[in-house]
């Protein structure tokens, strides 16, 4: 039989059998299987990892460069810087080693108004990012700072009592005044800040016109002032509707007696001069600067009325009587709707509360003397005075030593009230030359003089400041307090008073001026708006 051989170039039957096993060899064989898989793994995680720690880089940086530019232009937008915005923004970052993302900032400004916007808008070199196939990033910052006074209603209580003519202190407060008067108009847009003055000694005198607009009782015919009670120092508000008590004019003070001349005594517990009443409400900076230079000292020290005024005129309840006034040429008609609501967020309400003392008497006279007639009767023509003695029914006549059926001028006698005989005979003067001929001293001074008055003092006022202090802070009225050269016993009043520790200033000589400008500039209102 015919065999077929097989051609010489063909592998040889065992060549092929070992490469068939080496095959499935290898097949089994799993000792390589995740080096690849685990190679892209790695570098997956490195990938990502890059990613995140250039961006826990680009937040850090993003961070410092906010926080820089923040601070920044709250610089540049102080109504106090005096280099341009774009300088001020630049050494920021300059020395905060950020220079390289500058920008120039933009710039509004006004009266009283600064506003400065920086934004930054650059790249941030990614390392880590760019392995993964990345690009740098985008980093962004923006900031926006605001100064500006916008509506502001003040109270400027200061203290005009007697110790205020001491070493220069009254001609200080003065220049002080002035300054500040002239630095928040200066910087403060037309028609939104209202400043009113309210200067107290023994008492607070108020205008014709705005003492009109309240509810009184009793009888004065030349000056204006409330006798508050206590419960009037608990609120801030001071209703225009509700009765109260006014002050009459008398003196406990000097011996005088002015009836012949027609004019009332001086020295009395309610001033009736023009330069001692609240100025209310004013804009115009040479009226409540003229009004300063006009004040003179004189008088007892009440705190707790010099308050009481400030804040009532930062209340929303004496809005009637100052729309009122607006009406006619005493307050600038934009104040019409003044005082605001404290719930206005666009409008700030500031006392700046100044003494040099601390409270002292405050007198009053008593309920049994403050109407109908006394038993004082006088001659005008002869100017002379007779008192009758309800006890034996007789008249003693002014420079006689004898009792008469009539007053001195028989029908041309008047017999004076209460108020016509204070007001022009001091309590003193009555006691001394009308009462005691025939009384004796000490009878008519116990009758005649400490019978008629009574006092407020020390303590009581403490208490009553106090709590129209507290009343004031709880509706959010920042109030500030200066003592200038004041007694341990006043200074504690004003620290108890002010809004904070930091709103007292405690200062001596021409340092009332440095107080008053850091009032000014404390008032400003700087915010970061954005």
């Not at 005198?205 to 607009?213: A, G, Q, R, W």
């Not at 900076?285 to 009004?291: E, I, N, P, R, V």
């Not at 200074?491 to 008073?497: I, K, N, S």
Request: glycine share 6%; aromatic share 12%; hydrophobic share 35%.
């Amino acid at each position: 039989m015919f065999k077929c051989r097989m051609p010489e170039t063909a592998l040889p039957r065992y060549v092929l059998e070992k490469s068939v096993n080496n095959l499935r060899s290898f097949r089994s064989d799993e000792s390589g299987a995740l080096a690849y898989p685990t190679i892209a793994f790695f570098l997956a995680m490195l990938a990502v990892g890059g990613v995140g720690v250039d961006l826990m880089r680009l937040e850090r940086d993003r961070t410092v460069l906010q926080y820089t530019l923040d601070r920044a232009v709250l610089a540049a937008a102080d109504l106090d810087q005096t280099q341009e915005p774009a300088v001020v923004v630049q050494d920021y970052l300059n020395k905060a080693g950020l220079g390289e993302y500058y920008e120039a900032p933009e710039v509004e400004t006004g009266l009283g108004y600064k506003k400065v916007k920086a934004t930054i808008d650059a790249t941030f070199d990614a390392h880590l990012l760019q392995f993964a196939g990345g690009s740098d990033l985008p980093v962004y910052a923006s900031s926006t700072a605001e100064e500006s006074i916008d509506g502001l209603e003040i109270s400027l209580v200061l203290d005009v009592s007697g110790s205020m003519n001491s070493n220069s202190r009254l001609s200080n407060l003065k220049v002080a005044a002035r300054d500040f008067i002239d630095t928040m108009v200066e910087n403060t847009t037309d028609g939104r800040m209202s400043i009113s003055i309210v200067p107290y000694a023994t008492q607070v005198s108020v205008s014709d016109e705005l003492f009109d607009e309240y509810t009184t009782s009793g009888t004065n015919n030349f000056a204006n002032c409330i006798n508050f009670e206590t419960s009037d120092y608990s609120t801030t508000a001071l209703s225009t509707t509700s009765e109260r008590e006014r002050t009459m004019h008398f003196s406990p003070w000097y011996t005088s007696n002015t009836r012949a001349s027609g004019s009332p005594i001086d020295y009395e517990i309610c001033d009736d001069r023009s330069s001692r009443e609240i100025l209310p409400l004013q804009k115009d900076a040479t009226t409540l600067k003229s009004f300063i230079t006009n004040l003179t000292a004189w008088g007892n020290t009440s705190i707790d009325i010099g308050m009481k005024w400030g804040v009532a005129l930062l209340d929303p309840s004496a809005r009637p009587a100052i729309s009122s006034l607006a009406s006619g040429a005493s307050v600038p008609s934009e104040f019409s709707v003044r005082p605001v609501d404290y719930s206005d967020p666009d409008t700030l309400k500031i006392i700046v509360l100044m003494t040099d003392g601390q409270n002292t008497s405050q007198y009053y006279v008593e309920d049994d003397h403050r109407a109908g007639d006394s038993n004082v009767w006088y001659d005008f023509s002869a100017n002379r005075y007779s008192t009758y003695n309800p006890d034996n029914g007789y008249y003693w006549r002014d420079g006689y030593s004898y009792w008469y059926s009539s007053p001195y001028g028989g029908n041309n006698a008047q017999q004076l009230s209460y108020p016509d005989l204070f007001a022009y005979t001091s309590l003193k003067y009555l006691y001394k030359y009308i009462y005691a001929d025939w009384m004796g001293s000490y009878s008519a001074r116990s009758e005649w003089y400490y019978g008629v008055y009574d006092y407020h003092g020390n303590s009581t006022k403490n208490t009553r400041t106090s709590n129209v202090c507290s009343a004031a802070k709880a509706q959010g009225i920042i109030v500030y307090t200066i003592g200038f050269e004041a007694p341990s016993n006043g200074v504690a009043v004003l620290q108890d008073c002010a809004s904070s520790d930091s709103h007292y200033f405690d200062v001596d000589g021409l340092e009332i001026r440095d107080a008053f400008e850091s009032i000014a500039t404390s008032i400003r209102k700087l915010r970061l708006t954005q």
